[in-house]
């Protein structure tokens, strides 16, 4: 039975860290505050938004909370990034996705400024990640590689497969796995002999977005697997991209779904809300 990573405590440990940060900031005067912008009441969005002011709560950062309706035009939306940029109690900004279709999710996401965006979505804080100089990094990326090293999983030198591309995920993760000195491989949908591959492993990080996709032909006997994904399976319970059941006697260690990789985003964002002061100030 492989290490059963526990993303909970390793989560618990991050935010105990931010709220002793935040305490000796505010013994210095400094109160850290995140602006937190909702468009609509998407269900799904609506627990992402209230875990994460719950979380600031108890780390001990103010959070200022605005619910726009589902009918607000990108202008308005516009209007009220650009208010928070220029305001200098508020040290991030994060506008929860998705938006409307009326609304460019990516004009949105590049009018926050670089030094206010917690969510690390802008293309100067991806650019910053690529090139290795100090920036936010996006929240489930970061989570990824603190699992990692709070495990005591050294990356430096193994080989690490990526099973996914996108923005959000797969890109940034495997910037990060480099920066560790990790060899890095990506696979994505137009992979060619991908198990092939993947068996090659010694760390797969999976998000592909299919529930369940990842069996244990997939992986080398020993292999450390993190899983990204997040679906509710026919009975409405959580699964992830990887086959846990199937995986976990192969494995050397695996995060599981809920209570793995998920957890971890909220406590980044606490850890990147608590980095704001300092590169708020940053030329
Ligand atoms: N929607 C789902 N995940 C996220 C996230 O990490 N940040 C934002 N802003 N929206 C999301």
């Known amino acids: ?19 002793e940060k935040v305490a000796a900031y505010k013994e210095q005067g400094i109160e850290i505050t995140l602006a937190v912008v909702q468009v609509g009441h998407d269900p799904a969005s609506n627990v992402y938004v209230n875990n994460k002011k719950k979380a600031c709560e108890y780390v001990g950062i103010r959070s200022l909370s ?14 009220l990034v650009e208010k928070l940029n220029n305001d200098p109690t508020v040290n991030g900004i994060l506008v929860q996705l998705p938006l409307p279709e009326h609304i460019d999710e990516n004009k949105v996401t590049f009018a926050i400024s670089p030094k206010k965006d917690v969510d690390g979505f802008h293309p100067y804080n991806v650019g910053a990640l690529s090139i290795g100089l100090k920036g936010y990094v996006s929240c489930t990326p970061a989570g990824v590689i603190q699992l990692l090293k709070r495990s005591g999983i050294e990356i430096a030198g193994k080989n690490c497969v990526v099973m996914g591309r996108s923005n959000i995920v797969g890109k940034p993760v495997s910037m990060l796995l480099l920066r560790e000195n990790g060899t890095v491989t990506v696979t994505h949908s137009k992979t ?12 797969l990080v999976v998000a592909v977005g299919k529930p369940r996709f990842v069996t244990s032909d997939f992986i080398k006997e020993g292999a450390v697997v993190i899983d990204v994904g997040i679906h509710r399976n026919a009975d409405n319970k959580l699964c992830g991209d990887v086959d846990f059941e199937d995986v976990k006697d192969k494995a050397g260690a695996i995060t599981p779904v809920p209570g793995g990789v998920g957890v971890m985003t909220v406590a980044m964002l606490m850890s990147n809300c608590t980095a704001s002061v300092e590169i708020n100030e940053r030329a």
């Open 1 to 19: 039975m492989a290490l059963i990573i526990d993303g909970k405590k390793i989560a618990a440990q991050i935010k105990d860290e931010c709220r």
């Open 192 to 203: 060619e002999n991908i198990k092939e591959i993947t068996r090659q492993a010694d760390i």
């Open 66 to 79: 605005y619910e726009l309706e589902e009918t607000v035009t990108e202008e308005e939306l516009l209007a």
